[in-house]
């Protein structure tokens, strides 16, 4: 019998030693501070992803206004070089479309002096 006692307090000191609580303050803090840091990483990867996909929906509005305008500007010239007449509707097609490609976004936009 005392030998179970024995060995079941040996056993007992052996699994005690293994576990080591992390009650450790700074140990937490790491942890934490660990914890913290891939979270931000995520949301800052994230965060890159969502503005690259804004990037690209902006160039897609971008280049589908321009490649709008330029149908609308080549139908233009085509029909005044073959029938010689300045087709007035298509014409204002042609400036509406360019007026929606000055306001997209995408557009080139130069701080006048005054507002510098």
């Not at 280049?63 to 029938?83: D, I, P």
Request: charge should be positive.
């Amino acid at each position: 019998m005392l030998q179970v006692i024995t060995i079941g307090l040996f056993l007992s000191v052996l699994l005690s030693a293994q576990y080591r609580p992390t009650d450790d303050p700074l140990e937490n803090l790491r942890r934490e501070f660990a914890f913290r840091e891939m979270e931000k990483q995520r949301s800052d990867i994230e965060r890159e992803i969502a503005s690259r996909r804004d990037a690209q929906r902006l160039e897609r509005l971008f280049m589908a206004k321009a490649n709008k305008f330029a149908e609308l500007w080549c139908a233009l010239v085509n029909e005044y070089n073959e029938k010689r007449i300045f087709n007035i509707k298509l014409a204002a097609e042609v400036s509406k479309a360019f007026r929606d490609l000055e306001h997209c976004e995408g557009w080139l936009k130069i701080a006048s002096k005054g507002k510098r």
